[in-house]
C-alpha cells in the first residue's frame, strides 16, 4: 500500500523554465516531509524538508509547497539547470522512526 | 571525508546462499537503515537501529536479517529465505532516530541472483 505517491514518473523541462514536481500522500498523520534528489550509481542526497505546520519552504532555487488539506507536496525549482536532472523523491513521516518514499520522479532539463 | 560507504557496488547471489551487504558511517551518527528499491517503487525500509546492539524491523525485513554491534557499522545479510532478493539496496544514517532527522545515503549495492 503506497502511502507515499509521485505519478508522474518523468518530466523534462527547458532550462531557465520552472520545474513542479508533485507528490501525493494518504496518511493525514504525516507531519513532516522532504525532498531527496538522485543521480545515478549514487544514494539520494538531502535537499529540503517541511513541517505541517508551514506550507511553504524555500531554498534558494527551490521552494516546497505544501496543501494539507489535498494531502499534496510540491518541488518547485526556479530556474531550472541541466545539472538538476535527477530522480527526485518525496518522503514524509509522522511520529516514529520510519520515512515512506514516493517512487521517484526523473526530471530531465534540456539544455 | 565523512560519508557512508557501502560494499561492494554489485554483489552476486547463487540460489540459496546467503550473501551480507556492508555498510559504514564515519559521521558518529547513531541511527543507522537499509532500505530496498525495486523498479516502480519507493525506498521500502527493512531495517533500521536507532542505537548499538538494537534494532528493529520495518516492513519488509523477512528474509533479511542485521547485526549492529559497533555505532560505524549496519550489515545486512540476506539469507536464503528472500525469495526475491534482486533489488538496489541503500544504507542510511542519521544523527538520532527521530522522525525528523535527515537521513544521509550510501552509493547502494545492487545485488542480483544467478
Known amino acids: 500500500d503506497q502511502q507515499v505517491k509521485q505519478n508522474s514518473p518523468s518530466l523534462s523541462v527547458q532550462e531557465g523554465r520552472i520545474s513542479i514536481l508533485n507528490c501525493d500522500y494518504t496518511?493525514?498523520?504525516?507531519?513532516?516531509f522532504l525532498w531527496y534528489k538522485k543521480y545515478p550509481a549514487e544514494g539520494p542526497t538531502f535537499l529540503i524538508s517541511?513541517?505541517?505546520?508551514?506550507d511553504k519552504n524555500e531554498d534558494g532555487r527551490f521552494t516546497v509547497f505544501l496543501n494539507k488539506s489535498a494531502k499534496h507536496l510540491s518541488l518547485h525549482i526556479v530556474p531550472s539547470q541541466p545539472g538538476d536532472s535527477a530522480v527526485y523523491f518525496c518522503a514524509a513521516s509522522w511520529n516514529g522512526n520510519q520515512f515512506y518514499f514516493g517512487t521517484g520522479t526523473s526530471l530531465t532539463v534540456i539544455p | 571525508d565523512g560519508g557512508i560507504t557501502q560494499s561492494p557496488k554489485y554483489l552476486f547471489r547463487k540460489e540459496g546462499q546467503n550473501v551480507t551487504l556492508s555498510c559504514e558511517q564515519n559521521l558518529n551518527h547513531d541511527a543507522m537503515y537499509w532500505y530496498r528499491q525495486d523498479p516502480g517503487q519507493g525506498l521500502r525500509l527493512i531495517y533500521y537501529s536507532q542505537i548499538v546492539n538494537d534494532f528493529q524491523k520495518g516492513d519488509i525485513a523477512e528474509g533479511y536479517s542485521v547485526s549492529r554491534e559497533k555505532k560505524e557499522s549496519f550489515p545486512l545479510t540476506v539469507t536464503s529465505a528472500q525469495k526475491n532478493p534482486t533489488a538496489f539496496y541503500l544504507c542510511?544514517?542519521?544523527?538520532?532516530?527521530?522522525?525528523?532527522?535527515?537521513?544521509?545515503f550510501g552509493p547502494g549495492t545492487r545485488l542480483l541472483v544467478l
Open positions: 517541511i513541517s505541517s505546520i508551514k
Open positions: 542510511a544514517s542519521s544523527l538520532g532516530g527521530g522522525p525528523r532527522e535527515t537521513q544521509y
Open positions: 496518511n493525514s498523520m504525516f507531519d513532516y
